[in-house]
């Protein structure tokens, strides 16, 4: 069982859409988590940090469900810049390490 | 920001020869990590390094050797190039409390024929 298990897709959206896509982790001790982005043959780059109480960063919103050990993103008014693949991203211990998943490629159609 | 500088966007090596990819970043951070990123299989952890002088293996380190001589600059070396290596490889940066996320370079797509 992977660490770290996305749902690859591809979640095709329509523009101005709502999508929404879980990832799940098995360390019940995982410490930090953060969605990352990442473009076609491109490096990940931080989307957001995702906090115990959930929070929002403009059309983002991220939230963690320590007891069924799952972290959610969901993108409202989807827009075409929006397609990419969405990395989640677990610190499993105090050492720095971040497990990646493998990622979900969400594709925004006009 | 903190900038990470990987030295090759792309590179083609022959099967045998020895590789250099180095990393180097600007702010100070402790930690340093070598991934490899591959289709199908995500990113994969091959060393990392904690301090100038010290390293650790990853999940994936058969076949890689890396060098921290300087704060700055971590040296992932392929021994002897082969194949299966070819990749897409990511140096990544932290600071030293471990709870904040990556800052990644841009990578090295490197081919061996």
């Known amino acids: 069982r992977k660490e770290v298990e996305q749902d690859p897709g591809p979640f095709n959206v329509p523009e101005g859409a709502t999508v929404a896509f879980n990832c799940t982790y098995s360390n019940s001790a995982s410490q930090s988590f953060f969605w990352y982005r990442q473009d076609c043959r491109k490096e990940p780059k931080l989307l957001m940090s995702v906090y115990s109480s959930g929070n929002e960063d403009g059309r983002f919103t991220a939230q963690l469900n320590r007891a069924s050990q799952y972290i959610s993103l969901l993108i409202r008014d989807s827009k075409l810049s929006d397609s990419a693949t969405y990395l989640c991203?677990?610190?499993?211990?105090?050492?720095?390490?971040?497990?990646f998943g493998s990622g979900t490629q969400v594709v925004v159609t006009p | 920001d903190v900038k990470v500088t990987q030295s090759s966007r792309y590179l083609v090596k022959r099967t045998g020869e020895k590789v250099f990819l180095e990393c180097v970043q600007d702010m100070d951070h402790e930690n340093m990590f070598w991934y490899r990123q591959d289709p199908g299989l995500g990113l994969r952890l091959i060393y990392f390094s904690y301090d100038v002088k010290m390293k650790e293996k990853g999940d994936i380190p058969e076949g890689y050797s890396v060098s921290r001589e300087k704060k700055e600059r971590f040296s992932l070396i392929l021994e002897s190039a082969s194949t299966n290596q070819t990749s897409m490889y990511l140096c990544a940066t932290q600071d030293s409390t471990g709870v904040r996320g990556y800052t990644f370079g841009s990578g090295t797509r490197l081919t061996v024929v």
């Open positions: 991203v677990v610190t499993p211990d105090s050492w720095g390490k971040l497990q």
